[in-house]
């Protein structure tokens, strides 16, 4: 079974700042999907952004982006210009292309300071 | 509001006793997927329906559960005889089929064993 670690429990930015997130993972397929999902505070998990392995590029939606190292089997996510709704537990999340369940890590909670 | 949506919000039951869960997914999403998560814990997989066909059980799902999607839209899981270490926030997530598609979650159902 693919293992996602994020090893980083807790993280603090000050709004309009940048942060990283890390994730590590550990598989020995050479294509699958890595996704980053945002849970705000009793409220649902949301999708924020989602990579393909075969894609070298790093991909962007707005102030997020992914650092995709490949090689070395990283996935790290930067927020840029932090805002208080950004304040959140954030997971990566594994799939391979044939299954179907996202292997999620622990979590990273996020706090965002004015 | 056309997201995925879950039923109860919350559920507080005796050990010992059943409890079922519904999920309605998206309308036009043929894959639905059911997560337990635990405090400090990211979401991990129970099982996975492609319409009305269960077609990956995790072996987390236990005898006492079960899951259903009779005509391939909402979905039931259920846990009989509850113990203590089931309470959890439980997380139904539905999809379009294909690869890499998000996977939309729902608010979740958290369930509490006395």
């Known amino acids: 079974a693919q293992t996602v670690t994020q090893s980083q429990p807790e993280m603090s930015v000050q709004e309009a700042e940048t942060v990283t997130l890390s994730c590590t993972y550990d598989?020995?397929?050479?294509?699958?999907?890595l996704f980053w999902y945002k849970q705000p505070p009793s409220r649902q998990m949301i999708l924020v952004i989602r990579?393909?392995?075969?894609?070298?590029q790093n991909a962007t939606e707005n102030r997020f982006s992914v650092n995709f190292q490949k090689a070395a089997k990283s996935f790290s996510l930067k927020i840029s210009d932090s805002q208080l709704g950004d304040a959140a537990m954030y997971f990566c999340?594994?799939?391979?292309?044939?299954?179907?369940?996202?292997?999620f890590g622990k979590g990273t909670s996020l706090l965002v300071t004015p | 509001d056309t997201g995925v949506s879950q039923n109860p919000r919350h559920k507080i039951t005796k050990r010992g006793q059943n409890v079922t869960f519904r999920c309605d997914p998206i309308?036009?999403?043929?894959?639905l997927y059911w997560y337990r998560q635990t405090l400090g814990q990211g979401p991990e997989f129970l099982t996975y329906?492609?319409?009305?066909?269960?077609?990956?059980k995790s072996r987390l799902l236990s005898d006492r559960f079960s899951a259903e999607r009779p005509k391939g839209s909402f979905s039931t899981l259920e846990i009989q005889r509850t113990e203590q270490g089931d309470s959890a926030m439980y997380l139904c997530?539905?999809?379009?089929?294909?690869?890499?598609?998000?996977?939309?979650f729902g608010p979740g159902t958290r369930l509490t064993v006395l």
């Open positions: 997530a539905s999809s379009h089929g294909g690869l890499g598609n998000e996977q939309f």
């Open positions: 598989t020995s397929e050479s294509d699958y999907y």
């Open positions: 990579q393909e392995a075969y894609k070298q």
């Open positions: 999340a594994y799939r391979s292309p044939g299954g179907y369940a996202l292997n």
């Open positions: 309308s036009e999403h043929n894959r």
């Open positions: 329906f492609q319409n009305e066909a269960q077609l990956e």
